[in-house]
């Protein structure tokens, strides 16, 4: 993990907000097992607006999405091509996941 992942995952514990939660629907993503297909969805595209619990994977251009506001130092598991990451912020205010295994 680079130095500035192990600086936002020390820091995203101090008193912040209570974060937002989401119900998440089946968006019909079969390249995972049936009980874990609402925290997938295929990504759209340079167009397609992610919402704040979600994040794409690096690796292979899937949306993980989370019952849960992500924020910045959250780690996040990509069941198809088996990544781990940790979510960043960028320095427009994007959040993005950078692959830590």
Do not use: Q
Request: net charge negative.
């Amino acid at each position: 993990m680079s130095d500035a992942a192990e600086a936002l995952v020390e820091a995203a514990g101090d008193g912040a907000a209570p974060r937002r939660t989401f119900e998440l629907e089946d968006t019909g993503f079969l390249e995972v097992p049936k009980r874990w297909r609402r925290f997938y969805r295929h990504w759209g595209g340079p167009d397609d607006e992610l919402g704040p619990n979600e994040v794409v994977c690096p690796v292979c251009k899937v949306v993980i999405r989370s019952h849960r506001e992500l924020r910045p130092g959250d780690k996040v598991y990509c069941m198809p091509c088996m990544s781990r990451m940790v979510v960043v912020a960028r320095p427009d205010g994007r959040l993005e996941a950078e692959v830590i295994y």
